[in-house]
């Protein structure tokens, strides 16, 4: 393994519009229990503790909570992270133009880590996955390696083309229509990337016209670090799910398939 810290990001700066209204948090909607050891004494899980759980089972101890002010709740809810034996920290977010901006807040706190990205209101398998990313990326040194899992609805995703040996040749955001199988969901990348990241924003801040303009897709930054000649690799999880509690309908399914389980 790398001498480098795994740090892991939570970018939790959405309003959550398509669900609300809320009595709380996107990402600490309860879904599923979890056992806290004694019979019958099951507790309601949130949503986002999925992810760190999956974090910290690749050895990741140490994560941050990007917010939007007003997600009070969400620090109150973890605290510093003792509830999963995790040290957590919360930072705000800056321009609300998308996942980079919310990103790059982090850049003075993580700019020498190995990041991993996860997003909190996503529901995921296999529970080794950043296990697998951050083999992936030891095994090939790649600048970025995208976790992949199959989708037949690419209107809603960044959908990837890559080869066989696993390299990234393009990302394509949201097409209508695709003939690619698989999405990413996940991440993991080197401080090289966080760099690029943080380089590439600099001048869309120092645009006047950046509050008209669309938001900025992860995908495209990482798409331009590739024709920039940036290494990105793929691991492919073919039999993944990945459940986005963001949209009406996966929130539902989300509520159906965990709500009898106990993890």
Known sequence: MSDRQVIGLLPAGGQAKRISPLPLSKELYPVGFQDFGEPNNWRPKVVCQYLLEKMQLAGINQAYF??????????????????????LGYLI?????????????????????IIALGFPDILFQPKDAFVKV???QQGTQADVVLGLFPTDQPEKAGMVDFND????????????????RYMWGIAVWTPAFTQFLHEYLIPLKANPNLPQLSEVPIGDVIQAAITQGFHVQAEVFADGTY?????????????????????
Not at 73 to 80: C, G, L, V
Not at 96 to 109: E, I, K, R, S
Not at 248 to 258: I, K, T
């Open 66 to 87: 990007i917010l939007r002010p007003g997600k009070w709740d969400i620090p109150e809810y973890f605290r510093d992270g003792a509830m999963l034996s995790m040290s």
């Open 134 to 136: 951050l083999a992936r």
């Open 243 to 263: 459940l986005d509690i963001g949209t009406p309908n996966d929130l539902v399914r989300a509520v159906q398939q965990l709500s009898h389980e106990v993890f």
């Open 165 to 180: 040996t696993g390299r990234v040749q393009q990302i394509i955001e949201k097409p209508r229509q695709s003939d690619l």
């Open 93 to 113: 977010m800056g321009l609300p133009y998308g996942v980079p901006f919310t990103l790059d807040q982090a850049y003075p706190f993580v700019r020498d880590a």
